[in-house]
């Protein structure tokens, strides 16, 4: 997979904020953790809140260093999504392709991206676990994991529809799905590791040169709207202060 | 011996059992008398203080027999194996009724005075242990201020004169000679066994954790399931108070349905009759039931733990879940609809309850005692790190702390604010035991409820687990190998500022970058990797196997290292068997006992109490009780030494 340390040549390096969202258990956080530690863990328990990471990834012009939220599934964390997908300069949103809902899910998150994210966010529309839907079709699913040099043409790669064992979600379907949006669009196993280096290296082809700013680039100390905040944050007026009093001795 | 599905034996079974309520327990007739005597006042709610007759009972409507109904399929519970853990339960008879306190009063309200106590009377207790001798110079930098406005309770010559006569001689020559007599018998040497086998136990122990099957879609393989769900020593039940099944520990909905519904029944037909259900036997099996607003919790054990105990286990699972949903929240969704289905907004907290449920059913110092264990450190190091803390404290931060494998390092809070035990106890299980955040690499921002602190909002914290070894780097990638090692370290900064994300990073940057420069990652690394100490380290000779010392005025307590008596969990089970034994005798109300002595074939133990601190300890039975005392004494004289190592006292407050 694409990885830090290939080039020692000083290259533009510029970091992307990305977002991964998508219903529990699609998969989120083994796809980060195939992407990062190029690992991956049967039965992981599920997240809390989100997790934040950093990967490298190299291309022939510059290097992209994402800084990722990977964010937890479940509904009680929804309202905490806006403050990680805002600033975000790319978006994964993932669904399951043995689950029908998910890619309902997915739609959601898709939407309220376009309608609330920054303007220029890249998305990506990611079916994940693969490996349980490819009984005979398997040939075709990819040209294989190693050619990672990652062309923007990266997501033109066919998938078949075959359907298979556990799959509920025809390829086709979301590929048509993710086409009239203008998505990125990949099936994955993190798992076996299919496509995932090549979802990153999409999405770092297509962040257009312009938004990339310095290696530190638009972080996301801002301020969001305090609508979101007063529902949640219900401390007390005093304990909200409590930090700010006594010096710092 | 007691088949509940047996007609026959159902009486004999009603006797065995025990029911109690909230008003003070009566017998099956008294019921049925008073019932008729208060039928007029139904609805009444001052009912109570009408009558004198009837003061001591709610009014009920109609005349309910003198207990609950048996189904059939109570049968549960004797279908499970005998165990040594063969429930010898203290029934606290004046249980207060159920509050939304969230951990033992008595613990929380000792705090401060009791650090007091020993200054001031330390001329009083000279004989009897030179507490405090050598502690009142020390006492002179931070614990000033905790001491200011400490009052005083006078327990010196109390104490004294107890321990005297505990201490007598005349008893340990009949248990010397036991103790040979065995020794012959066995041929092996009697102080090496401190527990009597028990295979059965062992056996059940053993499987305790396993998952039960999955239910065969025909059903097939239904009898061996259940026989599976039964041999488990320990379930929680959470339900609404509805009925709807929220949480159980063991077997799926498919197989609690049934026990749910008799559950649900037993707490209603006493709740129909305004009074409450609280804990009940059946056979060798304990009931607590703790109902909470819209939830009743129900522990089911057949280990030794008394009813408080239980109460304190279904009060953490309860803080757990208010923890993932605030109070209100959790209240409005039951407002809407009353049989609202709570296992919807809790999705994925269910590992956070089952750690929790295990960490009890394998035995937990610290939920025994509400109590946290701290690193040892020296006072100054443990200095350096607070001011270090201080130091790079960001504007928005509420609490920091650093928690190494469970045992807190070093906490930063505001003065106002002290740390509830029983929300670092949520927290470390959440990054201790249950593995969703540790595994996951990388930093976690985790939106969380601490019930002790304020229940009705959300707090955010950092979380960042440290490599030791190059602690500037990230941890990205955890080796699978170290998963659930005890010895990570966590710099946990929590904030109620939902925005503080990047804030609190730059603040843990910070932080690690300057304890690397005054050597403190290396003296935490240091710390970590010697583990506890044995008790022959802590006091050469000591004939002591193993002892908990809680010091009551700082909520902590420190023990000496598992190894190398009790190294499975079984051998540590066995051990918090006797703690919970010891635990429940010495705080029987009303008598509170100060000492408790208890001897067994195969050990002997002490609890002893005072306002100060709470020790447990045991040995072989070879031991004497004038030995045992005596190394108690010197525990204790050991923990007056090092106190302000084994305890983080005051901690950075700003």
């Not at chain 2, 037993?266 to 036997?281: C, N």
């Amino acid at each position: 997979m694409a990885d830090s340390g290939a080039a020692s040549a000083p290259k533009p390096s510029s970091s992307v904020k990305l977002v991964l969202l998508g219903e529990a258990a699609v998969g989120k956080s083994s796809l980060v953790m195939r992407f990062v530690n190029n690992d991956f863990q049967e039965n992981k328990e599920p997240t809390i809140g989100a997790a934040f990471l950093t990967q490298k990834c190299n291309l022939p012009t510059r290097t992209i260093k994402f800084e990722i939220w990977d964010t937890a599934g479940q509904e009680r964390f929804a309202s905490l999504a806006p403050m990680y997908y805002r600033n975000a300069q790319a978006a994964l949103v993932v669904y399951d392709i043995t689950k029908a809902s998910s890619l309902q899910k997915a739609q959601h998150w898709v939407a309220e991206l376009q309608r609330q994210a920054s303007p220029g966010i890249v998305i990506a529309l990611v079916g994940n676990k693969f490996d349980l839907a490819s009984a005979n079709p398997a040939s075709d699913a990819s040209t294989g994991g190693d050619d990672a040099d990652g062309t923007a043409t990266a997501e033109e790669e066919e998938d078949v529809d075959g359907e298979s064992d556990a799959r509920k979600v025809p390829t086709k379907t979301a590929k048509a799905y993710a086409d009239e949006e203008a998505l990125l669009f990949f099936e994955t196993s993190a798992k076996t590791g299919l496509n995932v280096a090549e979802v990153f290296t999409a999405i770092a082809n297509a962040i257009p040169e312009t938004s990339l700013k310095g290696p530190r680039g638009v972080g996301g100390q801002t301020n969001l709207g305090r609508q979101e905040d007063s529902a949640r944050v219900n401390l007390t007026g005093a304990n909200a202060q409590g930090p700010k009093e006594g010096c710092a001795c | 011996m007691n088949r509940l599905s047996k007609p026959e034996d159902l009486a004999s079974l009603g006797s065995a059992s025990t029911l109690q309520t909230e008003a003070t327990p009566q017998s099956g007739d008294s019921i049925g008398k008073k019932d008729f005597a208060t039928e007029n006042s139904i609805g009444n709610e001052n009912g109570a203080s009408t009558a004198t007759s009837v003061e001591e009972q709610p009014s009920r409507e109609g005349t309910p027999p003198p207990l609950p109904p048996r189904p059939k399929n109570l049968q549960l519970l004797d279908g499970r194996p005998q165990t040594s853990g063969s429930l010898k339960v203290s029934r606290p008879s004046l249980q207060s009724k159920a509050t939304t306190q969230l951990s033992f009063a008595d613990t929380q309200s000792y705090s401060d005075e009791s650090r007091d106590t020993i200054s001031t009377d330390a001329g009083k207790l000279k004989s009897f242990t030179h507490l405090g001798k050598d502690r009142i110079g020390s006492d002179a930098d931070d614990s000033i201020s905790i001491k200011s406005f400490a009052p005083t309770i006078d327990i010196g010559g109390d104490a004294e004169s107890l321990l005297g006569e505990v201490l007598g001689d005349q008893e340990k020559d009949v248990i010397k000679v036991l103790g040979k007599q065995f020794d012959g018998m066995s041929g092996l040497s009697i102080s090496d066994v401190l527990f009597s086998e028990d295979a059965q136990f062992s056996q059940a122990f053993e499987h305790e954790f396993d998952e039960i099957e999955d239910m065969a879609a025909d059903g097939s393989n239904e009898e061996a399931i259940v026989t599976q769900w039964r041999s488990k020593l320990k379930h929680f039940l959470i339900l609404s108070s509805a009925g709807k099944p929220i949480y159980s520990r063991h077997g799926d909905d498919q197989l609690i349905t049934n026990y749910t519904g008799v559950v649900q029944t037993l707490i209603s037909f006493y709740q129909g009759m305004s009074d409450v259900l609280k804990s009940f036997t059946a056979g060798d099996v304990r009931f607590v039931v703790m109902s909470k607003g819209p939830l009743n919790l129900v522990a089911i054990t057949k280990l030794v733990e008394s009813d408080a105990q239980l109460r304190s286990q279904l009060d953490a699972l309860y803080m757990q879940i208010l923890s993932t949903l605030t109070l209100p929240s959790m209240e409005r969704m039951f407002a809407n609809r009353a049989n609202y289905d709570l296992r919807r907004p809790l999705q994925g907290t269910k590992t956070l309850l089952s750690a929790l449920a295990d960490g009890f059913t394998r035995g937990s110092p610290s939920t025994l005692l509400t109590a946290l264990e701290c690193l040892k450190l020296r006072k100054s190091h443990r200095q350096v790190v607070n001011n270090t803390l201080l130091k790079t404290r960001s504007e928005n931060l509420l609490y920091g702390l650093i928690v190494a494998g469970g045992k807190l390092v070093s906490v930063v809070r505001p003065k106002k604010h002290s740390l509830h035990p029983g929300d670092l106890h949520l927290i470390f299980n959440m990054l201790f035991e249950a593995g969703s955040v540790k595994a996951g690499g990388g930093e976690n921002w985790i939106p969380l409820c601490l019930p002790g602190f304020n229940n009705t909002g959300f707090l955010y914290m950092y979380v960042s687990f440290l490599n030791l070894d190059s602690p500037t780097e990230q941890v990205e990638e955890r080796p699978a190998s170290s998963h659930g090692a005890k010895d990570e370290v966590a710099i946990l900064l929590i904030s109620a500022n939902k925005e503080g994300f990047f804030e609190l990073r730059e603040m843990r940057d910070d932080l690690v970058e300057q304890l690397q420069k005054n050597g403190s990652i290396e003296l935490i690394r240091t710390a970590v990797k010697k583990g506890r100490m044995s008790c022959t380290d802590i006091v050469p000779g000591s004939p002591l196997r193993h002892f908990l010392y809680k010091s009551r005025g700082n909520v902590q307590f420190t023990m000496p290292s598992f190894e190398p008596h009790f190294t499975s969990d079984l051998d540590r089970r066995r051990l918090l068997n006797l703690y919970h034994n010891l635990h429940s005798n010495i705080h029987t109300r009303p008598t509170h006992p100060k000492v408790h002595h208890a001897t067994s074939t195969t050990n002997i133990s002490l609890a002893w109490m005072t306002p100060l601190f709470e020790l447990y300890c045991v040995a072989p039975i070879t031991t004497s009780r004038t030995a045992l005392a005596q190394a108690a004494n010197k525990i204790i004289q050991w923990v007056r030494r090092e106190e302000e190592r084994v305890f983080i006292i005051g901690g950075a407050v700003f």
